[in-house]
């Protein structure tokens, strides 16, 4: 009895051990290493967690709040542009009181002559109504349907713009040079301007009322036959339209007109 109890002390532990191992290796070989695969898991799941990027869930929400965040933007920019616009068209006489339009419209081989509008006959617009912007002039309307307009822009080529130098009242005709800038053709031969005077519309002009911002003169040629001419600097951002007002063309102003051509006619 004591011989086997000594016995058992010495090898009782390496049994021990060996059942264990059999017995592992046994669940190993019936479970195909699902347990021991489990357990790893568990153990490193939060590791993995800290050390990998984010799940198709997080990127998805985080995609939807990018989204809603670009069009909060949006709207808050087109509020700031229709504020700015409805507050300069409050400034104006009630005589006068604007038809606010948004561009709709634009030809990309057609950027700098024409764009179209959302309003239209319906709202009260007609052809020979001036457009203007924040900066000044834009264009003219060319020719209207029940919902939308077209408009020939300042920087068209075919457009022809009669404007004054502020600072000294020297004159000539604007035209477009399919660019945000237009070539100015002075009347005098050696006009009294320099860069930097201010452009607007004159009393000369039978499109359109006087005192109406154009842009700024850029650069002078003085030598240029037959007469000067200046590179401007239209104000109107005419490059990213997007809303305008529509004017009325002024009583007065078809008045001047009948009365200019009935003296070239004599």
């Keep these: 009895?004591?011989?086997?109890?000594?016995?058992?002390?010495?090898?009782?532990?390496?049994?021990?051990?060996?059942?264990?191992?059999?017995?592992?290796?046994?669940?190993?070989?019936?479970?195909?290493?699902?347990l021991i695969l489990e357990t790893y898991y568990t153990i490193t799941r939060p590791l993995q967690m800290l050390q990998s990027g984010p799940t198709p869930e997080e990127r998805l929400r985080d995609a939807r709040i990018?989204?809603?965040?670009?069009?909060?933007q949006d709207l808050e920019s087109e509020k700031k542009k229709l504020q700015n616009l409805l507050g300069y068209v409050e400034k104006e006489p009630l005589a006068s009181k604007p038809i606010p339009a948004r561009v709709v419209g634009r030809?990309?081989?057609?950027?700098?002559?024409?764009v179209t509008l959302n309003r239209g006959?319906?709202?009260?617009?007609?052809?020979?109504?001036?457009?203007?912007?924040?900066?000044?002039?834009?264009?003219?309307v060319e020719s209207v349907t029940p919902n939308t307009s077209?408009?020939?822009?300042?920087?068209?080529?075919?457009?022809?713009?009669?404007?004054?130098?502020?600072?000294?009242?020297?004159?000539?005709?604007?035209?477009?040079?399919?660019?945000a800038d237009a070539v100015l053709e002075?009347?005098?031969?050696?006009?009294?301007?320099?860069?930097?005077?201010?452009v607007?519309?004159?009393?000369?002009?039978?499109?359109?009322?006087?005192?109406?911002?154009?842009?700024?003169i850029k650069s002078l040629d003085l030598k240029k036959l037959p007469a000067s001419v200046a590179k401007v600097e239209?104000?109107?951002?005419i490059r990213f339209l997007d809303w305008v007002a529509v004017y009325p063309k002024p009583e007065n102003q078809d008045a001047e007109t009948q009365k200019s051509a009935q003296q070239k006619s004599k």
């Design 186 to 198: 002075f009347y005098e031969k050696v006009p009294n301007a320099k860069v930097g005077d201010l």
């Design 200 to 216: 607007s519309t004159s009393t000369y002009s039978q499109k359109f009322p006087s005192g109406l911002a154009v842009g700024r």
């Design 107 to 114: 030809s990309a081989d057609q950027w700098w002559q024409q």
């Design 1 to 34: 009895m004591v011989t086997a109890r000594r016995w058992w002390d010495r090898k009782g532990l390496q049994i021990g051990v060996l059942a264990l191992i059999a017995g592992s290796a046994w669940i190993l070989r019936q479970t195909q290493g699902e």
């Design 121 to 140: 006959t319906n709202s009260g617009i007609q052809e020979g109504y001036i457009v203007k912007a924040d900066g000044g002039l834009v264009g003219l």
């Design 150 to 179: 077209r408009v020939l822009l300042i920087s068209d080529l075919k457009s022809q713009v009669g404007v004054t130098i502020s600072r000294t009242a020297a004159k000539g005709v604007l035209r477009g040079d399919f660019s």
């Design 66 to 72: 990018l989204e809603l965040q670009t069009r909060i």
């Design 234 to 237: 239209l104000f109107p951002p």
